[in-house]
């Protein structure tokens, strides 16, 4: 079974920082989705990244897919306080077309 | 547009006592559904998955079924609950393969007293 690992596990930065968050596998991934789960709700797609090397940006978000598609990262410019949240990577690896794997998590809280 | 109903939001129950959620989605033909359970707002287990009508794959053995009575609906069921149950169960549902997107209802607070 594919394990994801996603660092840091808690990220707390003020209003107007940037910040990146990572997600790591020792195996290829297929393609890699991102999410983002605001508390008391379901996660929602932010983006998905197919080929390494890729690049998507999704307004102040950058999204970035490693050229052996074994990581990518999340970048986000200015961080605002409708940015907290929890932050999911998920594959589908895993040996099914139809279940994703997802990391851990990194939780993001910026304070105003 | 798809939309993806879970209920109820929250649920309080006593150990030993059943259990049953309802998840459907409306706007879609056969879709794939999902349950995971999400403990402490970290990462997703997923619990139990459908391609189809009747047809169910279970990822982690416990003391939780699934059923898929009709195309968009999607019922987690236990007979007697633990307190490990407890936690955050999410819905989801998705079309094709694995790379196309997942999309979760809002979920259930389960608490075990």
């Known amino acids: 079974t594919q394990l994801l690992e996603q660092s840091p596990q808690f990220l707390s930065i003020q209003e107007g920082e940037n910040l990146t968050v990572y997600c790591n596998s020792s195996s290829v991934f297929s393609s890699l989705q991102w999410y983002r789960q605001e508390p008391g709700e379901g996660p929602v797609l932010l983006v998905t990244?197919?080929?390494?090397?890729e690049v998507k940006k999704l307004k102040r978000l950058t999204f970035q897919f490693g050229d052996a598609r074994k990581d990518s990262s999340l970048h986000i410019t200015a961080a605002q306080p409708g940015d907290t949240g929890l932050y999911l990577c998920a594959d589908n690896s895993g040996g099914s077309n139809y279940k994703l794997t997802f990391g851990k998590g990194t939780l993001l809280t910026v304070n105003p | 547009s798809q939309t993806i109903h879970q209920w109820p939001a929250t649920l309080v129950q006593p150990v030993g006592s059943p259990l049953s959620l309802e998840c459907t989605v409306e706007?879609?033909?056969?879709?794939?559904l999902y349950w995971y359970r999400q403990a402490a707002g970290r990462g997703l287990q997923l619990l139990f998955y459908s391609v189809g009508i009747g047809q169910i794959s279970s990822e982690v053995p416990q003391n939780l079924s699934a059923s898929r009575p009709q195309d968009r609906q999607f019922i987690l069921s236990s007979k007697k609950l633990l307190l490990s149950d407890s936690g955050f169960y999410l819905c989801a549902w998705s079309l094709g393969h694995g790379r196309q997107p997942q999309h979760f209802g809002d979920g259930t607070r389960l608490s075990i007293l």
């Open positions: 706007g879609t033909s056969n879709p794939n």
């Open positions: 990244v197919v080929t390494g090397g």
